[in-house]
């Protein structure tokens, strides 16, 4: 008795421990399964004793996991070989890791997370299942790094501004996807050339990683932009062509209406000239129909405003809540069919076709399947 108690002289329990290196035993228990400190002394199979060398130690993991965002493997690397901590390995290793000390600091949970940038826990978990944040785990704990809440923030400046969540959230996915797949290609390059050049060095490794992500940062930024210019300005483009195509309809719709001589033909003469019908239903679809008629003389913003809600008006349209409904569900049709396809009414327009069918065998039993497929082609520019 005598002999265990003198051989466990200033050694620690794992609950003494853990309160010495104020962290808590699940995550010392973590750390021991991994390899990261060992027991000084097993007495028992469930009784361990350390050294108060480990509060050292542990503090050590603590700040390379919270503040350099070093992974388990390399933080045991660390610990278990000598020369592996001096201060150019770990300018090389910071380096890969992309250790900015502007962006670094405790991670946080995620209670602390959403009060910190005002989101809501359940859209910083949907951030976190769609790869746009990481998150790291400490023992159970699912925490955020600074980087993450630097994310978040600018999700949170975005929102503040009025763009959605949902929007933000498919952007920064999208980008998220792409740079994934050019990183990985980046580092391999990168490992490649450094296996085959006899001057690699620490030194010369963090110099080569910290000038080659300034570039690439630089570069992205600069692409971003001339790729925004020029894919921005073909989507204009688009929607002024669709306001031209709209301008035509009218016009073939009151030439068709008289060659088959269907009584809306005089209103939609009126329509053709630019003229209110009188019937205020009618005139208001109308309106919405030739918005980006005039497009063009309307400020950027607006038109894509309006077309956005031209696109949700005419996808609610009943038309036969209108005076004439042939009129009007022709005017949906048309302009969901020829909708440019940033706008997404392909299947809407398919429904919308759907109720101008319907309509047409109810009202001309006899001859509607015909007058069907020439409104069909008209509408969609092939008659």
Known sequence: MSEQKTSTDGLMKIGELAKAANVNVSTLKFYVKEDLIRP??????NMSWYSPDCVATIRAIRMLQRERFY??????HLLSSSGAGSPPELALLDAIHKVDYRTTGDAVPLSEAARRTRLTTEQIRTLLSRGIISGTRIGRKQLFTAYDISIMGLIHRRMEAGIPFEQSASAFE??????CG???EDIRSFIDQAIVDPAFSAEEGAKRIRISDETLDNFIDLKRRE??????SEYLEL???FGDVLRGVPGRLAEFFSREGLPEAAAMSLVKDGLPTGMDNLDA???RFNFLVSARESDISCCISKCAANRDYFAALDPEGTELPLCAHCLKASWLCTAPSVLRCTDIAAKAF?????????????KGETIFDKLRALLTDQY
Do not use: M, W
């Open 40 to 45: 000084a002394l097993k007495t028992g199979r």
């Open 71 to 76: 992974p388990l493997s390399v933080i045991k």
């Open 174 to 179: 999208i980008y998220s996807e792409a740079l």
């Open 182 to 184: 050019a990183v990985q």
């Open 227 to 232: 790729l925004n210019r020029i894919y921005g």
């Open 239 to 241: 929607l002024y062509g």
């Open 285 to 287: 679809c109308v309106k």
């Open 354 to 366: 759907d109720g101008l069918h319907s309509f047409i065998l109810a009202a001309y039993p006899e």
